[in-house]
């Protein structure tokens, strides 16, 4: 029998679980300032979703501050946890939007986009990620991946070479680019300019660059495009100029006579306009790209020149990149890049550059 003490604290227990259900339902429902976030960003959840802590708490910031930055990823990385990857990208958008641009929340949108494999709203994105920050290559190369998603080739390969002419450091850069550009290039059925992409991609570092990969898709491109006849000649040897300074080189450019610098830097052959319209240069009309100079970004044309000669070093159908004379920085009538240089032999020692033609495998 039960003592009608046990009965009575038996029933004041059950009265409190009762009691605490109504609370517990009504925490599942968005705060005012929590409504307010949601609307101000353009999405919807559920409320099983906001209740979510990871979920709720930055949300409650973002009710607090408006412009938080670290709630704003944190909120996106919750929402990507729960699934609700659009969601995410479409908070971080708006957040840019309304807090005078916040690059971070805009790459991590970009990369959510193209995971979604919304090429589209990724490649608008990262337009708007470029605005806010002209001078970074990230952007260039989002906007490259969303394009060749979008099927855009010739698009998607302006922006992988301005990414890599922007990219700092070219020890540290990723094969990406150069790999993306060359199958870009392959769609296109120009097999001897993705054979230069590689080429360009090995010449920055040969001891590491030159792998079985590399080779096997530079024999694979000489052989669909016959790109072996593209280049001629024998060894060439010039003497190295004094610490500090220049090296100067007589070449030719489709007949016309002009003194370049050498840049194992630069990744094309650099024309002053003024000696591509002397040089008749033939430019892509509509394309363009930037390159990173000693006077800092300036717009790029992207054109191609018949032959280019050095000594008996001969190239045919070298792509270059025509600048402003107003934003060079040399003293000559452009630079000889990587266009050029990547499909020979560079070896350079303490007192002489030797160029030769690269043996086949």
Same mark, same amino acid.
């Given at each position: 029998?039960?003592?009608?003490?046990?009965?009575?604290?038996?029933?004041?227990i059950?009265?409190?679980?009762?009691?605490a259900?109504?609370?517990?339902?009504? @925490? +599942?429902e968005?705060?005012?300032?929590?409504?307010?976030t949601?609307?101000?960003?353009a999405i919807?959840?559920p409320?099983?979703?906001? +209740?979510?802590?990871a979920?709720?708490?930055?949300?409650e910031?973002?009710?607090?501050?408006?412009?938080?930055?670290?709630?704003?990823?944190?909120? /996106?990385?919750?929402?990507?946890?729960?699934?609700y990857?659009?969601e +995410?990208?479409?908070?971080?958008?708006?957040?840019? @939007?309304?807090?005078?641009?916040? /690059?971070?929340?805009l790459?991590?949108a970009?990369?959510i986009?193209?995971?979604?494999? !919304?090429?589209?709203?990724a490649e608008?994105?990262?337009?708007?990620?470029?605005?806010?920050?002209?001078?970074?290559?990230?952007?260039y190369?989002?906007?490259?991946?969303?394009?060749?998603?979008?099927?855009?080739?010739?698009?998607?390969?302006?922006?992988?070479?301005t990414?890599?002419?922007?990219?700092?450091?070219k020890?540290?850069?990723?094969?990406?680019?150069y790999?993306?550009?060359?199958?870009?290039?392959?769609?296109?059925?120009?097999?001897?300019?993705?054979?230069?992409?590689?080429?360009?991609?090995v010449?920055?570092?040969?001891?590491?660059?030159?792998?079985?990969?590399?080779?096997?898709?530079?024999?694979?491109? /000489?052989?669909?495009g016959?790109?072996a006849?593209?280049?001629?000649?024998?060894t060439?040897?010039?003497?190295?100029?004094?610490?500090?300074g220049?090296?100067?080189?007589?070449?030719?450019v489709?007949?016309?006579?002009?003194?370049?610098?050498?840049?194992?830097g630069?990744?094309?052959?650099?024309?002053?306009d003024?000696?591509?319209?002397?040089?008749?240069?033939?430019? !892509?009309?509509g394309?363009?790209?930037?390159?990173?100079?000693?006077?800092g970004?300036?717009?790029g044309k992207l054109?191609?020149?018949?032959?280019?000669?050095?000594?008996s070093l001969k190239?045919?159908g070298?792509?270059?990149?025509?600048?402003p004379?107003?934003?060079? +920085?040399?003293?000559?009538?452009g630079?000889?890049?990587l266009?050029?240089?990547?499909?020979?032999?560079?070896?350079?020692?303490?007192?002489?550059i030797?160029?030769?033609?690269?043996?086949?495998?």
């Amino acid at each position: 029998m039960v003592s009608a003490s046990a009965r009575r604290v038996f029933a004041a227990i059950v009265a409190a679980g009762l009691s605490a259900l109504p609370l517990a339902a009504a @925490s +599942a429902e968005p705060a005012a300032g929590t409504a307010e976030t949601l609307t101000r960003f353009a999405i919807e959840l559920p409320a099983s979703v906001t +209740a979510n802590a990871a979920v709720r708490a930055p949300l409650e910031q973002l009710g607090r501050e408006k412009c938080d930055q670290t709630a704003i990823l944190d909120l /996106a990385k919750a929402l990507e946890q729960a699934g609700y990857r659009r969601e +995410a990208a479409v908070a971080e958008v708006n957040f840019s @939007s309304q807090c005078g641009g916040y /690059a971070a929340a805009l790459r991590d949108a970009i990369n959510i986009l193209l995971k979604l494999s !919304d090429f589209t709203t990724a490649e608008h994105v990262a337009g708007n990620l470029i605005k806010l920050e002209p001078y970074s290559d990230n952007g260039y190369f989002l906007r490259a991946l969303a394009r060749d998603g979008n099927g855009s080739p010739k698009s998607a390969i302006d922006d992988y070479i301005t990414a890599i002419e922007l990219f700092g450091n070219k020890d540290r850069i990723s094969s990406v680019s150069y790999y993306k550009m060359a199958r870009d290039y392959e769609k296109l059925g120009q097999f001897c300019d993705a054979m230069l992409a590689i080429q360009r991609w090995v010449a920055l570092d040969p001891s590491r660059h030159d792998t079985s990969q590399s080779r096997a898709m530079l024999a694979d491109y /000489a052989a669909k495009g016959g790109c072996a006849a593209a280049t001629s000649g024998g060894t060439e040897t010039f003497p190295l100029a004094r610490r500090g300074g220049v090296l100067t080189l007589p070449v030719t450019v489709n007949r016309a006579s002009a003194t370049l610098v050498l840049d194992t830097g630069a990744s094309f052959v650099v024309l002053k306009d003024s000696f591509a319209r002397k040089a008749g240069i033939d430019l !892509d009309e509509g394309r363009s790209v930037h390159v990173l100079t000693a006077n800092g970004v300036a717009d790029g044309k992207l054109g191609r020149a018949s032959t280019i000669q050095l000594r008996s070093l001969k190239a045919t159908g070298v792509p270059v990149v025509v600048e402003p004379d107003s934003a060079a +920085a040399f003293h000559a009538d452009g630079l000889l890049g990587l266009s050029f240089l990547s499909r020979f032999n560079v070896t350079i020692d303490a007192h002489t550059i030797r160029i030769a033609p690269r043996k086949p495998r």
